[in-house]
């Protein structure tokens, strides 16, 4: 099972790339975002790989960074989800904002994706929200670690939540909502009021 590819980049196509490794070439599928870390043709790239086996043999599934690699594994294993929709969601939204829409229960965000409609975005934030506690907001785990016990995440009630909701209802997004209530809190504490996390929120959005 190949892990790992290091050689030069001999052509790029959409959703591909071609790494020549000591003459041999393979055929590498990636997200837009690791596609447009690669550089130009010929240059040197080390990616890391994930090895998927079908029918009609090998896929590889390359990725510029191990936390995109390790939310890849994550995200195929909910119904609904394959290769190519996983690097599409990747390709749209970096680990640390796909963390951060799963913790908010964005689903909007999901759905920027391109395949992802609103019952598979929904799929996603359901069998996922519990895989994302441990994970400081914008800063996902390593590879290796455990992901932890649940973080507290919006729409499980209580001041929190309402505050999310009060700032999405103001037009802010709802990422971005949770981001700025979930910094407010850290502030002021797990017993903050609903009132002083949403003025605590709002100037959290301000800076």
Aim: net charge neutral; with cysteine; hydrophobic share 45%.
């Amino acid at each position: 099972m190949i892990a790992k590819l290091k050689g030069l980049l001999d052509s790029t196509g959409e959703g591909v790339a071609v790494i020549d490794v000591q003459g041999v070439g393979y055929l590498v599928a990636c997200s837009n975002r690791t596609l447009s870390r690669l550089g130009g043709v010929g240059s040197a790239v080390a990616l890391d790989v994930e090895t998927q086996w079908r029918e009609d043999g090998p896929h590889l599934y390359g990725f510029a960074e191990i936390s995109e690699r390790d939310w890849f594994k994550i995200l195929i294993n909910v119904q609904g989800v394959g290769g190519k929709v996983a690097l599409a969601i990747l390709g749209t939204l970096a680990p640390d904002q796909l963390a951060q829409a799963i913790a908010a229960q964005d689903k909007a965000a999901l759905s920027r994706a391109p395949g992802v409609g609103p019952k598979l975005a929904a799929r996603i934030v359901s069998e996922l929200k519990d895989k994302v506690g441990g994970i400081a907001l914008g800063k996902p785990s390593k590879a290796g670690e455990s992901l932890g016990a649940p973080i507290v995440l919006a729409g499980e009630g209580g001041p929190l939540a309402d505050a999310v909701s009060a700032l999405v209802n103001l037009g802010y997004g709802r990422s971005e909502a949770f981001a700025a209530v979930a910094r407010a809190q850290g502030k002021l504490g797990d017993d903050a009021e609903i009132g002083d996390l949403i003025k605590a929120g709002l100037k959290e959005l301000s800076k």
